[in-house]
């Protein structure tokens, strides 16, 4: 997949940079018998890395109007079928509420109108997905750090998850249900935001109406769309098979980091 070959890229700069202190680290690591069997695993290796060089806090990239894209592409679901969501859409989203609840103090149902007088952020971001194409797009949206705090987390409360009101893959079980789950690091990142307008217009329904995430330190599939309810978790192993995320589930990695 073009993602660790992005990362082991990655990889290589970040180890050219920090120079000797690397270097001299990855002397003493291949000196012993363990080390060599550490360094044999790639991605034990890359994810030691993240760990020691990506500060999580740090703000992605963000760009001019005359960068956006005029052909950002809808991918996945882009026109949800299920009966709740067609709905909604049928009444222009009217009735929509966004329900945040789990491991909170204080559960919420926002209309569409409470969103939008949240604190919000807007921010020009590039979008990548990992089937390789990327665009730039004009966001804004409330920040979900101002909202979890307006619901009160609970000390035990450790990731967020988005319920998503499109099946993408029909399953018995309902584990096709899109949805997705980031830690209390992305959640709170200033450029969080769940997102109801894409280049100053309202968020069209093929990119996620009425309501989108945007966590820009991720890779495409961790944008969930169509965000019918927010969840506090202490744990992911409940949820879908148990990955925390639709394409998690099938094999892509938890953190997706750019
Ligand atoms: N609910 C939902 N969210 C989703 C998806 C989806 O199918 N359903 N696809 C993901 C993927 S793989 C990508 S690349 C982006 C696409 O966002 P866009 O449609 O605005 O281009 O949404 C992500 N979020
Ligand atoms: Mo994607």
Not at 136 to 144: E, N, S, V
Not at 176 to 201: C, F, K, V, W
């Amino acid at each position: 997949m073009t993602v660790s070959t992005d990362r082991r890229t990655w990889l290589q700069v970040a180890l050219a940079s920090a120079g000797a202190l690397v270097l001299s680290a990855c002397d003493r690591i291949t000196a012993s018998p363990k080390g060599v069997a550490v360094l044999q695993s790639a991605e034990g290796l890359t994810r030691r890395a993240q760990r020691l060089f990506i500060d999580r806090r740090a703000l992605a990239r963000e760009f001019s109007h005359a960068d956006i894209s005029s052909d950002f592409r809808p991918n996945g679901s882009i026109d949800p079928t299920d009966d709740d969501y067609v709905a909604l859409k049928t009444k222009g989203f009217a009735d929509y509420r966004l329900v945040v609840d789990g491991l909170v103090d204080k559960p919420l149902s926002l209309s569409l109108a409470d969103l939008r007088a949240l604190p919000a952020r807007t921010q020009i971001t590039r979008h990548d997905c990992v089937e390789g194409w990327s665009s730039i797009a004009k966001w804004t949206g409330a920040r979900l750090g101002p909202l979890l705090d307006q619901a009160k987390l609970k000390s035990n409360a450790r990731y967020i998850v988005f319920h998503c009101g499109d099946t993408l893959e029909q399953t018995l079980d309902g584990s096709g249900q899109y949805y997705e789950s980031i830690d209390l690091i992305d959640a709170y990142h200033p450029q969080t935001i769940l997102a109801y307008a894409m280049n100053d217009r309202v968020l069209p329904v093929p990119h996620g109406a009425p309501l989108r995430l945007r966590v820009e330190r991720q890779l495409g599939y961790k944008q969930a769309k169509y965000i019918m309810r927010i969840e506090a978790v202490d744990d992911l192993k409940h949820l879908g098979r148990g990955n925390g995320g639709f394409w998690e589930d099938r094999g892509y990695e938890w953190y997706a980091g750019i």
